[in-house]
């Protein structure tokens, strides 16, 4: 649901620029915009092509309001483009205010849980003229200040204008699923849900974060930090909110940032069984909370375990609101067989009659549409999976679809990467002393998955070791190293440390590695994917899987509920047994949204090596020409096995191009 802008300066900076930053993200609000302007003696304007309140009544502010002062200076600003999804009416209009214009939001997200806060704040004494959760935000922060974010189940950003206590207080959901990037120059400081408005800025020069470029192009990792790819630019993390003090506001003094949520263990300690039962009766109620809107929802589905756990609880709870007939359900399939998964898709579809959508992300589709989706990313991404999703959203949009359930989160917190989680499982069974059950899970893992026992000891071994002894160890047993000589360090400058080390990854136990993926790598990387691939399109992504109470329910439980005899996401299997068709349920097998990468490579050398190329001429001289140009000539003589450090490369190239990055 929708995007937002705001600026506070530190002297005055002309209106213009909330309207410029606001015009470009008009695919995250199509549907209507506004903007509170607010110039240095107290005076404020509203505008929008809609109606807004204030003084609790209500008032038509046209777009043509805010016109005649676009060359004024003013000292805030907040802009709104609007998805219409709760509340159609007038009344869902932003910025919106309450409390004689004491208050004033601008917000990207859903509350789900909005009914009840509402019908708890109206007990409370709170008087309502919507039925939207904009506004049940509002009078939460009234009532409860920063500790209403306790009480939000959902995704959001926002900045809220606080008359009354002369501040600004800005707030991100507890995971990160909505963003909120934020950057200072000599004027003042902006906040927006995409980097791409500051490029509108007067003072706007995109310069590059070195660090960044290299964890990117080194791990193909972003968003593990607040620092993005480009310098100056940093992201309120998920959990986080700051309050700016308006009375005190300066160069020197913006904000500072306080961490309000911490993933809690609350060391699960039932039985498995009961764990099931758990598991089952909080999935479906996160569904169910994902499935309030005032417009048709459709769902992801890959044939996977995740998208199809939600397409199929969707379906249960669809068929209680005597709604089924609407399902509808979008998927990307492929020509290669090995990437194609419509076997398990049409078993869910058969299972649900849900109305099945189909898309074929072709190569030649890919590089026309690849500056449109850098574009729309802001950053570079690491592989074209990312497009296999554009390509799905797209699709939806096309049905004139408005929301999507997807099954995102759901890998990092029930082990569900195979390759990774097995050795991590192995290794903590040595961590525990528990010889006889390391040595029965890997036999299992080799009958099942084809599990190299050997390595899988000799790994859990090392993971014994200091990182120091362990690279030694690695040379002397020829573990292939890939050396980053390909970066031109005269050109780049960083530290040559492994960001996901830093992060707090030991490999050590399924529960540590968990919370890395879910707080600091993976999980906040695929959510920035996810935002941007669906808002692209004018579509609200939501994942149930990242409901913060499922998400401490999982990551509580002992790791063998979630990972044993070979098997991954036992807790999403058995728990929702009878709901996911025995096909889906016992599968093995994982791919997701893919998209045949090294099929299209091989068949397409020529092709790929214009890219590169082409990348290499936008990178500033930050890839080597010589070695990078090998390197690809090795991959493609089969000397070097296939991984995705080129898309890397073929990205980073066309973002440094695109976006006029200077090093």
Excluded at 26 to 50: C, M, S, T
Excluded at 289 to 300: E, K, Q
Excluded at 503 to 527: F, H
Excluded at 644 to 652: A, T
């Amino acid at each position: 649901m929708c995007g937002i802008s705001g600026f506070i300066a530190f002297t005055t900076i002309k209106a213009k620029h909330i309207e410029l930053m606001n015009n470009q993200i008009k695919h995250r609000g199509p549907d209507d915009e506004g903007y509170l302007l607010e110039f240095a003696d107290n005076i404020q304007v509203l505008g929008g092509n809609d109606t807004n309140y204030t003084n609790n009544e209500l008032h038509y502010t046209p777009k043509d309001n805010i016109n005649q002062h676009l060359d004024q200076d003013v000292h805030i600003a907040f802009g709104h483009r609007r998805l219409s999804i709760v509340d159609l009416s007038p009344l869902g209009h932003q910025p919106l205010c309450i409390d004689n214009s004491n208050y004033w939001i601008t917000y990207n997200g859903e509350v789900y849980n909005h009914i009840e806060l509402r019908l708890e704040l109206e007990q409370l004494g709170h008087i309502f003229l919507s039925h939207s959760d904009t506004e049940v935000i509002l009078h939460a922060y009234q009532e409860w200040g920063a500790l209403c974010l306790d009480k939000f189940n959902g995704m959001f950003a926002f900045l809220i204008y606080d008359k009354k206590q002369q501040q600004v207080f800005i707030a991100r959901d507890r995971f990160g699923v909505k963003p909120l990037y934020y950057y200072q120059d000599n004027t003042g400081v902006f906040f927006a849900s995409e980097i791409k408005q500051f490029t509108v800025l007067p003072n706007w020069q995109a310069k590059l974060n070195h660090q960044r470029a290299y964890d990117f192009l080194a791990h193909g990792l972003t968003d593990h930090l607040d620092e993005t790819l480009f310098l100056n630019v940093k992201q309120l993390s998920g959990g986080e909110y700051a309050i700016i003090d308006l009375s005190n506001f300066n160069k020197d003094t913006v904000f500072t940032k306080t961490r309000w949520y911490t993933l809690k263990d609350n060391n699960y300690s039932d039985s498995y069984e009961q764990a099931c039962i758990d598991f089952r009766e909080l999935f479906i109620d996160a569904v169910k909370l994902r499935l309030r809107a005032d417009v048709d929802i459709g769902s992801c589905l890959s044939g996977g375990l995740d998208s199809s756990a939600i397409v199929c609880t969707m379906n249960l709870l669809l068929k209680e609101q005597g709604k089924q007939e609407l399902q509808a359900t979008f998927s990307a399939c492929s020509h290669y067989k090995e990437f194609d998964e419509s076997e398990y898709i049409h078993e869910v579809v058969n299972k649900t009659n849900a109305n099945a959508h189909y898309c074929y992300p072709e190569l030649e589709q890919l590089f026309n549409v690849n500056e449109k989706l850098t574009w729309h990313q802001d950053e570079p991404f690491a592989s074209t999976s990312i497009y296999a999703q554009w390509s799905v959203f797209e699709l939806a949009s096309k049905n004139q679809v408005k929301v999507l359930l997807d099954g995102q989160g759901a890998d990092e917190q029930l082990a569900g990467y195979q390759g990774l989680y097995f050795q991590i499982y192995l290794n903590e069974l040595l961590h525990k002393g528990n010889i006889l059950g390391l040595i029965n899970e890997a036999n299992t893992l080799n009958q099942i998955h084809g599990f190299n026992i050997k390595n899988g000891i000799l790994k859990s071994i090392m993971s014994l070791l200091p990182n120091q002894v362990k690279n030694i160890v690695g040379k002397f047993m020829g573990k292939v190293q890939y050396k980053t000589n390909w970066i031109d360090t005269q050109n780049l400058k960083f530290n040559d440390t492994n960001p996901f080390v830093a992060s707090g990854i030991d490999k050590k136990s399924i529960k540590n590695t968990s919370y890395s993926q879910l707080i600091l790598s993976n999980l906040p990387m695929l959510l920035h994917f996810e935002d941007r691939d669906s808002m692209a399109h004018s579509i609200e992504s939501r994942v149930p899987f990242i409901d913060y109470r499922l998400v401490e329910l999982v990551y509580s439980m002992p790791s063998e509920y979630k990972i044993k005899h070979g098997v991954t996401k036992r807790i999403l299997r058995d728990g929702l047994n009878g709901i996911l068709p025995n096909k889906i349920k016992n599968r093995m097998s994982k791919l997701g949204f893919v998209t045949p990468e090294e099929i299209w490579l091989k068949k397409n050398p020529e092709i790929f090596k214009q890219k590169l190329l082409d990348a290499i001429d936008g990178s500033s001289g930050i890839l080597n020409p010589a070695i990078t140009l090998q390197i690809f000539d090795e991959v493609i003589a089969g000397r070097r096995s296939f991984d995705f450090w080129l898309w890397r490369v073929i990205s980073f190239g066309t973002w440094m191009k695109l976006f006029k990055v200077s090093i």
